[in-house]
């Protein structure tokens, strides 16, 4: 049998078109503090700065924000970069925000937007790649959890099912997630972490896991 002929466009005429996705979202602002800047002398006695990397939207002087998980509103008094004073900060700039409130902020803390808020949960489903390669993942088992500048604990509470990375199938029988597996978890950590689906924010929304024994990075997580 023969086969009809191509009438598509050319393969550099898509390669030239294609649409490509931003690697940042500029539309909806985190700032997970990194930092908390307080010189703690006479000539800046006043002076607490949270530092960070942005990690979504537009941040600018005079933006109402508030931070996450306290509720606590302000207003950003001054952006500071590595030039000086600034009106704006994007992502990736890492920047040092000040507010006009004195409110508590710790790291693993995030500053967003009042209305555009991301997900506070400690339930997190994800899919994992799991890198260990002496261990498998393990139901019920305990890792540490890093995410953006958070830390804390978790545990496995389910193993939904493991992609067949052939046929892209899921497979709910073998459940066994070893060396470069990929599988669907449901973790649940010790602390709320402040989440966005990976295809929304690769930043806020992915995750590692530790194995708290040997300090190594077991599993990357990118969340659903």
Request: proline share 4%; net charge negative.
């Amino acid at each position: 049998m023969n086969m009809s002929w191509y009438e598509g466009s050319t393969l550099m005429y898509y390669l030239e078109n294609v649409h490509i996705a931003s690697d940042h979202n500029l539309i909806d602002n985190r700032f997970p503090v990194q930092y908390i800047i307080r010189p703690y002398s006479d000539e800046y006695h006043d002076y607490r700065g949270y530092a960070g990397r942005v990690a979504g939207g537009t941040f600018s002087v005079g933006d109402e924000v508030v931070a996450l998980p306290s509720g606590f509103h302000s207003k950003i008094k001054s952006i500071q970069g590595p030039k000086g004073n600034q009106t704006d900060a994007i992502p990736p700039e890492s920047v040092t925000i000040l507010l006009e409130d004195d409110i508590d902020i710790s790291r693993g803390d995030m500053i967003v937007r009042p209305n555009n808020q991301p997900e506070v949960t400690q339930d997190i489903d994800v899919m994992i790649c799991w890198f260990d390669h002496v261990n498998p993942l393990k139901h019920r088992g305990k890792y540490a959890i890093r995410h953006s500048t958070q830390e804390a604990r978790c545990i496995v509470k389910e193993i939904k099912y493991k992609l067949d990375i052939e046929t892209l199938s899921r497979d709910q029988d073998n459940l066994e997630i070893k060396v470069n597996d990929i599988a669907r978890v449901m973790l649940r950590s010790t602390k709320p972490l402040f989440i966005d689906a990976y295809k929304q924010n690769r930043i806020t929304g992915s995750i590692i896991l530790i194995d708290e024994a040997t300090n190594n990075t077991v599993g990357v997580g990118m969340v659903i």
